[in-house]
Structures are given as structure tokens and as C-alpha cells.
């Protein structure tokens, strides 16, 4: 059934970043939210997660009502988040934070081992055994995401997953984001790289002030000139 959010405000205070989000995202699918720094994209994925309590809306996971729920209940209901900041337990190893993240499977859900991880990422075997603090920032990430896969999740939340990193690094990433999908996981992904979102996206939006402006299919982006100038980066082309 996917992933539908409808009408969805939040707040930071007296400021109202959210503004009536609504899309869908369904099943085995890679969807791309864009948009310039301030309008709202990483409030929408805190908001599903629960990070950014929602003060309107609703967030159903295959017709479950999300919102309003606490950030453990909504991982287990099978929702998984990979913030920008590529949170990981620097004290302990590598092999110990991907442990962290496994729970037990659910019927009807895709489940990951660590060995896959391993497979995704070579580097992460190679220092298994290296406190995940001494990582490198594209280690991390790479950490981050297998550590969230390992939850089995249905829909997987990707904040600017690409940011910082080698171009070697993120082939890598886009790789196993394309094949999480053929295994049946969805993605939700923030991405500034517009040529990445582009190449593996079903679908685009971009947000401005807050809700959605545009839902339509990367070609379409690609041809649509007053969105890329009236929404999108200055200077920033998606052709």
C-alpha cells in the first residue's frame, strides 16, 4: 500500500516549516525530494520519523496511522532514517553498531544480514574490528545505512546520504540504494547531487516554503525550465 502523507504541518517554535505536505511513495520504489536549503525537506523526514512531532496530518504506512507515535514504534512498524549527521556509536566497532541495529524479523519483511552489508560495503569488513569513531566521513555513512538496513526496514529514509563523500564513495551508495529497492525497500531520499536524483529517481518532488510545488518524473523535471528556476538552487542545472 506504501507510504502516504497527507497535510502534514509542523513548527519549530513560533516558525511553521511545514505546510501541508502530501505525497505518496509506494512500494519498491526510489522517490527524490529536492528543493533549495530551507524548505522544509529534512523537517519531512523528521516529521515521518517522529523526530519533529507533526502538529496536522497524517502518515500512513500501509493504512497504519503513524503519526503521534514514538520513533521505536514507528521503526518496528518498519520505517528506517539515515540523518546527514551519519549518527553511530564512536566507542564501540564497527561489527558492534551494525549489531546495534538488527531486530528481530517481522513477517513479510525483507530481511538483511550483516554479511550483505559486508557485500555492499567491503571497507566496512575490512575494519569491522575499528571503533566506528575512527571512521572517515564516507565510512560512516556507509556504517549508518547498512546499520539501518538491518532493522528490515519497508521504507528507508535517506538525508543527503552523498554529501562530502568520494565519487568512488558514492558510486558505491547509489549502487546499494538502487539494489535495496530491487529487494523491495523503498527510498525516500534527499539529495543535492540533482544528476544522482535525477538518474535514479521514479519520481521527483520539490519542495518550496514548506509543501510540495512539484511530483512528476525526472524526464519531466528535466524539461519543466520555470520549476528548475523558480524552485531549484540558482545556477543549478538538471538538464
Not at 61 to 74: H, P, V
Not at 183 to 200: K, N
Amino acid at each position: 500500500m506504501g507510504l502516504t502523507v497527507t497535510g502534514l504541518h509542523a513548527h519549530y517554535g513560533k516558525s511553521h516549516v511545514l505546510r501541508g505536505v502530501t505525497f505518496e511513495l509506494p512500494p519498491q520504489s526510489i522517490y527524490s525530494l529536492v528543493g533549495r536549503n530551507g524548505s522544509g525537506r529534512s523537517t519531512t523526514l523528521k516529521s515521518i520519523m517522529g523526530i519533529v512531532r507533526p502538529t496536522e496530518g497524517s502518515i500512513l504506512l500501509d493504512g497504519a496511522e503513524q503519526s503521534g507515535r514514538d520513533i521505536r514504534n514507528i521503526v518496528r512498524a518498519g520505517i528506517a532514517y539515515v540523518p546527514e549527521d551519519r549518527l553511530v556509536f564512536p566507542t564501540l566497532t564497527v561489527a558492534e553498531n551494525l549489531r546495534m541495529g538488527q531486530l528481530r524479523p517481522l513477517p513479510g519483511r525483507v530481511v538483511w544480514t550483516v554479511d550483505q552489508m559486508y557485500e555492499y560495503f567491503p571497507r566496512l569488513h575490512e575494519r569491522k574490528d575499528t571503533k566506528a569513531g575512527k571512521l572517515s566521513g564516507g565510512e560512516q555513512q556507509m556504517l549508518t545505512m547498512c546499520r539501518s538496513l538491518l532493522g528490515n526496514p519497508k521504507f528507508l529514509l535517506l538525508d543527503e546520504p552523498t554529501e562530502g563523500l568520494a565519487p568512488k564513495i558514492v558510486e558505491r551508495l547509489v549502487e546499494a540504494i538502487l539494489d535495496v529497492r530491487k529487494h523491495g525497500v523503498s527510498v525516500l531520499l534527499i539529495e543535492q547531487r540533482l544528476t544522482i536524483a535525477l538518474d535514479i529517481s521514479d519520481r521527483v518532488l520539490v519542495m518550496g516554503h514548506g509543501h510540495i510545488v512539484y511530483n512528476g518524473t525526472p524526464d519531466s523535471l528535466r524539461n519543466d525550465a520555470d520549476v528548475q528556476r523558480n524552485w531549484l538552487a540558482v545556477g543549478t542545472s538538471v538538464s
